[in-house]
């Protein structure tokens, strides 16, 4: 970041300044219409804790973390960033940072332990007094309902891969938008799909911890049918908040020029962006994963296809790194040399640029929201301050790509940073940051790092009314 220093914020629990905020970040936050939202994103089992409190029943990530060896330091959710009892405290943080929206996700099993039947009023009253807490602060709620937390009694009954669980789900989708959804700014069915099934289910390294292609295929068709189940459901009881869905995707690079690797590359983009895309927006699946998946492709009922492809108002997109993909080379980012975070990802800010031009160029998108974007890298509180300077670097150059994209006539609407808090990162446990506010678990003290400062000021540059400006293209083409 270059160092010119016009911009000094206090941070009331960390140093007397700031660290400086550069003229290129100031550069950067003009390049976004003013009514752009910039949020910040969490989910709940990862930072809620309160596991077994007030009613909320077990979930497959609770049973998932007893399993010996399932994550990397032993630990569980059970306690996580506490936010649950310190609710009030956390939408403070969101607030002073000038975000004007916050990402989160309600633990079906708090709400609804056992998946069917019962609801427990403790657990609506705790996300009433969240949503309302973000309103009064003037920060907009993103809701998802499924951040891969499933109540484990329907897991007992098969969980995603029984059909059964695709009505249990419309149901909860349709209490919990009942209730809140008169102010949610935004609902979000899933959050990343392909994960709950490929990873939860055929690599087995995240709950439930299940090893085989044929479940993990009927897994993901059974979550894309209730999304599109849900999303009937709450337009028929004429939910008013804006309905989509977050998907993980990133372009997939063939890791040679050989045929055979070029070929698998276009396999696994079929496997992760088309698998999706294709069904949300087309109402197929594409032929050539079909076909690869022989015996182990789902069992699709009349209609399903239909019933998936239901109108979107938004897509979200979480976006960490480009995939490459080969022969040789299973569907991961390497670290050859490359910049790479803490998680081993490649720092690759152009891919989110070149994922948008080529989603918009496929498909007929939706409004689109990067949903989360972020990175974990090995920070130390030292004195009251966390210097992450690679997570602000991160943080511009991929905010920067997004410029590029919306500059290039893609629809995109707003970007929320993955994450405001360290916390539960799952299979990785405690032992990897991704917050802009360092977490001491011991105390539960919160610390803005130097990356939340820098985005408290970009947040403030990029809302801030423009002098001589009336209102830019952008600013008309998105309303008011
Ligand atoms: C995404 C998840 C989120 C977090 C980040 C690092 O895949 O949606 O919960 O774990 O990765």
Known sequence: MVAANDTMLTNPDGPAADPPFDHASAALAQRFPRNFTW???????????????????????????????????????????????????????????GANAYRFSIAWPRVQPLGAGAWNEKGFDFYERLVDGLLARGVAPFLTFYHWDLPQALQERGGWANRDTVARFVEYAAEVARRLGDRAASIATHNEPWVVAILGHET?????????????????????????????????????????????????????????????????????????????????????????????????????????????????????TRNLSGIGAPLAPIGDGREVTAMGWEVYPGGLTELLLRLKADYRLPPVYITENGAAYRDELVGGRVADVERIRYLHRHIAAMADALERG?????????????NFEWADGYSKRFGIVFVDYATQRRTLKDSALWYRAFCSRATAARAGAASTDLERRHGP
């Open 39 to 97: 949020g910040v994103a969490t989910s709940a089992y990862q930072i809620e804790g309160a596991a077994h409190e007030d009613g909320r029943g077990d979930s497959i990530w609770d049973e998932f973390c007893r399993r010996p060896g399932a994550i990397r330091d032993a630990s569980s959710g059970e306690r996580a960033c506490d936010h649950y009892h310190r609710v009030g405290e956390d939408i403070g943080l969101i607030a002073n940072l």
């Open 204 to 320: 087995g390294i995240f709950a439930p911890g299940l090893t085989s292609q044929k479940v993990a295929m009927q897994v993901s068709h059974n979550l894309l049918l209730s999304h599109g189940l849900a999303l009937q459901a709450l337009r028929a009881q004429r939910c008013t908040a804006p309905l989509g869905i977050v998907l993980n995707q990133a372009p997939i690079h063939a890791a040679t020029d050989s045929p055979e690797d070029v070929a698998r590359a276009r396999l696994d983009d079929g496997l992760t962006i088309r698998w999706y895309m294709d069904a949300l927006l087309h109402g197929r699946y594409p032929d050539d994963v079909l076909e690869f998946l022989g015996e182990d492709a789902p069992q699709i009922a009349t209609g399903d296809m239909d019933a998936i492809r239901q109108p979107l108002d938004f897509l979200g997109i979480n976006y960490y």
């Open 410 to 422: 893609v629809d995109v609407r707003g970007y929320f940073v993955w994450s405001l808090l360290d």
